[in-house]
């Protein structure tokens, strides 16, 4: 690992340019629910973490980092920029952690500094990613956006999707979910093509996962997946296994091959992404202890599929059905916005990003 380091970046308070097509009455909601514009001004909005005072939202192309002040939703600054797909973010102990392809980040005492009008120091934390392999560059752009998330044993958890369309890569980093903890990489779960949206069930306590499966096996083949993690170091079936029993043309599995199989199949490319359990109390108990998944959408499927957002019901800590809360962002064969995760705000309400309208969305519930 490198020397630590710090960065400065000052605040720049220009604002993203407004992207007037994200047409809000298309949207469906279920009776009861109303869905509104949070911001309009977020270049390629990514995952989003709260903080006390703001709202903190990655971006993956723009290579920025954006704050909004939550009394002041018409405005976000770009705290961060220049960074290489920094999509991940999440906030511990009042320190903002970003995750670019190759590094993890750190602001520390983000919201202080950004209230005080204090310069923004951003720390490198961790950069000894596999995305350091930089002798190949598409090694870098293949599934390099990180998903990040702090889980309930204080350690930090970093999507690692693998650097292709399906290989067994050397590295063994490489399409996994890691944990960072003290400075120690370790996997956490292995077999994971392109893991963009991790959460623990309240309950339960287990990590679920969103994977999007692999390309050019045919429309239906094989299907996205929603998997739960019991225990560490699980094997969850790429490349050799997609789904629960669809084997891969290229990777025979290997003699006495054990894995996990998905809890839940998704159909094939709609491309899960965010995901998060639901413990509030401002929607109807109907969706307590369930989780609400964004699918981004397919990008080479012969007719479009996903452009929604998903709700999973569970019960005794088991998915038993998926039903669509929210779609119209695809109209026919055009899409004007892809759904990339939800959020749950301390007031109750939904945030759900797109990177395609530069765009947030709040549902809040008025039934």
Same mark, same amino acid.
């Given at each position: 690992?490198?020397?630590?380091?710090?960065?400065?970046?000052?605040?720049?308070?220009?604002?993203?340019?407004?992207?007037?097509?994200?047409?809000?009455?298309?949207?469906?909601?279920?009776?009861? &629910?109303?869905?509104?514009?949070?911001?309009?001004?977020?270049?390629?909005?990514?995952?989003?973490?709260?903080?006390?005072?703001?709202?903190?939202?990655?971006? =993956?192309?723009?290579?920025?980092?954006?704050?909004?002040?939550?009394?002041?939703?018409?405005?976000?600054?770009?705290?961060?920029?220049?960074?290489?797909?920094?999509?991940?973010?999440?906030?511990?102990?009042?320190?903002?952690?970003?995750?670019?392809?190759?590094?993890?980040?750190?602001?520390?005492?983000?919201? !202080?500094?950004?209230?005080?009008?204090?310069?923004?120091?951003?720390?490198?934390?961790?950069?000894?990613?596999?995305?350091?392999?930089?002798?190949?560059?598409?090694?870098?752009?293949?599934?390099? +956006?990180? +998903?990040?998330?702090?889980?309930?044993?204080?350690?930090?958890?970093?999507?690692?999707?693998?650097?292709?369309?399906?290989?067994?890569?050397?590295?063994?980093?490489?399409?996994?979910?890691?944990?960072?903890? %003290?400075?120690?990489?370790?996997?956490?779960?292995?077999?994971?093509?392109?893991?963009?949206? &991790?959460? $623990?069930?309240?309950?339960?306590?287990?990590?679920?996962?969103? %994977?999007?499966?692999?390309?050019?096996?045919?429309?239906?083949?094989?299907?996205?997946?929603?998997?739960?993690?019991? /225990?560490?170091?699980?094997?969850?079936?790429?490349?050799?296994?997609?789904?629960?029993?669809?084997?891969?043309?290229?990777? =025979?599995?290997? %003699?006495?091959?054990?894995?996990?199989?998905?809890?839940? @199949?998704?159909?094939?490319?709609?491309?899960?992404?965010?995901?998060?359990?639901?413990?509030?109390?401002?929607?109807?108990?109907?969706?307590?202890?369930?989780?609400?998944?964004?699918?981004?959408? /397919?990008?080479?499927?012969?007719?479009?599929?996903?452009?929604?957002?998903?709700?999973?019901?569970?019960?005794?800590?088991?998915?038993? /059905?998926? @039903?669509? &809360?929210?779609?119209? $962002?695809?109209?026919?064969? !055009?899409?004007?916005?892809?759904?990339?995760?939800?959020? &749950?705000?301390? %007031?109750?309400?939904?945030?759900?990003?797109?990177? =395609?309208?530069?765009?947030?969305?709040?549902?809040?519930?008025?039934?």
């Amino acid at each position: 690992m490198k020397k630590l380091e710090k960065i400065l970046f000052v605040i720049t308070t220009t604002l993203a340019a407004v992207n007037l097509s994200a047409d809000i009455s298309k949207l469906n909601v279920p009776e009861g &629910f109303v869905v509104s514009s949070f911001t309009q001004e977020i270049d390629d909005a990514r995952q989003m973490v709260e903080g006390e005072n703001f709202l903190f939202v990655g971006t =993956k192309g723009a290579g920025k980092v954006y704050a909004i002040k939550k009394s002041e939703t018409n405005k976000a600054l770009t705290i961060v920029e220049g960074l290489d797909m920094p999509t991940g973010v999440a906030i511990k102990n009042g320190h903002l952690y970003i995750a670019e392809s190759d590094a993890i980040h750190v602001i520390k005492n983000v919201e !202080e500094n950004l209230s005080s009008g204090n310069e923004i120091i951003l720390e490198v934390v961790f950069d000894d990613l596999p995305r350091q392999t930089m002798w190949n560059p598409l090694k870098k752009s293949w599934h390099g +956006w990180k +998903w990040i998330d702090f889980g309930p044993d204080g350690a930090l958890y970093i999507s690692e999707g693998v650097p292709c369309n399906v290989c067994d890569e050397t590295d063994e980093r490489y399409g996994t979910i890691l944990r960072l903890a %003290d400075g120690k990489l370790d996997i956490f779960a292995d077999g994971v093509r392109n893991s963009v949206g &991790f959460d $623990w069930h309240p309950v339960t306590n287990e990590m679920y996962f969103t %994977d999007n499966g692999r390309d050019w096996m045919g429309d239906d083949i094989p299907p996205c997946e929603l998997n739960r993690v019991s /225990s560490a170091g699980k094997h969850f079936g790429f490349p050799f296994v997609h789904g629960k029993d669809i084997q891969d043309d290229a990777y =025979k599995k290997p %003699d006495g091959f054990q894995y996990e199989e998905p809890v839940w @199949e998704f159909q094939a490319h709609t491309a899960p992404l965010g995901i998060k359990f639901y413990t509030g109390d401002a929607f109807p108990e109907y969706y307590k202890n369930g989780a609400f998944v964004a699918q981004h959408g /397919s990008w080479n499927r012969s007719k479009k599929v996903g452009y929604k957002v998903l709700f999973m019901k569970f019960e005794k800590g088991e998915v038993v /059905s998926s @039903e669509t &809360f929210i779609d119209g $962002w695809l109209q026919g064969e !055009e899409s004007w916005g892809t759904p990339v995760t939800p959020l &749950f705000l301390k %007031d109750g309400s939904m945030l759900i990003s797109d990177d =395609k309208s530069d765009s947030i969305f709040r549902v809040t519930y008025q039934g």
